[in-house]
């Protein structure tokens, strides 16, 4: 059974910092990898998606990569902003059912001004 | 495109009684699925669906039936609704498995 753990579980920092938020998976035979935000009270929102032949995703200041074979994806997120505030999800598709999806708990984030 | 669209936003129910949850999506997506999140557990996956007519369960089933007779609608069916169901409930659609995921809403529902 897949698990997706994610790490650390909050996190805050000061605006213009950069920094990175960890997702690891237990099973490396996946399909894809994708990341989420999710402002309180709301709906998910998607940030990059990761097929299993890539390495890395760039959207503006998000990055995200991904290594299979040592179960891990990190979510990069360049000279943050009060408004990065939000808690970011990963979810893996699993390798042998595309339609089956295991999210983390997610990493909450607070950039303060 | 309204994309994905969940009704209703809000809902109070007694135990023993049933409803449904509807989702909607106007993107042609062959892939459709519905989660829970619950405080401290994340996502789960309840049922999804691969295509019109194709269903299947997900991590938490029980308790729960879905159908899907055409490419836009998933419905989600609450049997005999119980305290354990009460969180929000969201509903997720694709192209295909290997594309992005596009997310409602979301429903809260509070089962007393």
């Known amino acids: 059974k897949q698990e997706v753990t994610q790490i650390p579980a909050a996190l805050s920092v000061p605006e213009g910092e950069n920094l990175v938020l960890n997702c690891s998976f237990t099973?490396?035979?996946?399909?894809?990898l994708q990341w989420f935000r999710q402002d309180p009270g709301k709906g998910l929102t998607s940030l990059l998606l990761?097929?299993?032949?890539?390495r890395e995703q760039t959207s503006g200041r998000l990055n995200a990569s991904l290594d299979k074979s040592s179960g891990r994806s990190t979510l990069y997120i360049a000279a943050s902003q009060p408004g990065d505030s939000a808690t970011y999800l990963c979810?893996?598709?699993?390798?042998?059912?595309?339609?089956?999806?295991?999210f983390g708990d997610g990493t909450t984030l607070t950039v303060k001004p | 495109n309204a994309g994905v669209t969940q009704t209703p936003k809000f809902q109070v129910l007694k135990t023993g009684q049933s409803m449904t949850l509807q989702c909607a999506q106007d993107?042609?997506?062959?892939?459709m699925s519905w989660y829970r999140q619950d405080p401290g557990m994340g996502l789960r996956l309840i049922h999804y669906?691969?295509?019109?007519?194709?269903?299947d369960q997900g991590e938490v089933p029980n308790g729960y039936n879905v159908s899907r007779s055409t490419t836009e609608d998933f419905p989600l069916r609450l049997l005999s609704a119980a305290p354990s169901q009460t969180s929000v409930y969201f509903c997720?659609?694709?192209?295909?498995?290997?594309?992005?995921?596009?997310f409602g809403p979301g429903t809260r529902l509070l089962v007393l």
């Open positions: 997720a659609s694709s192209q295909t498995g290997g594309q992005t995921q596009y």
């Open positions: 099973d490396s035979a996946i399909y894809n």
């Open positions: 990761i097929q299993s032949s890539q």
């Open positions: 979810a893996v598709k699993g390798g042998t059912n595309a339609g089956k999806s295991t």
């Open positions: 993107m042609n997506h062959e892939y």
């Open positions: 669906s691969v295509g019109a007519g194709i269903t």
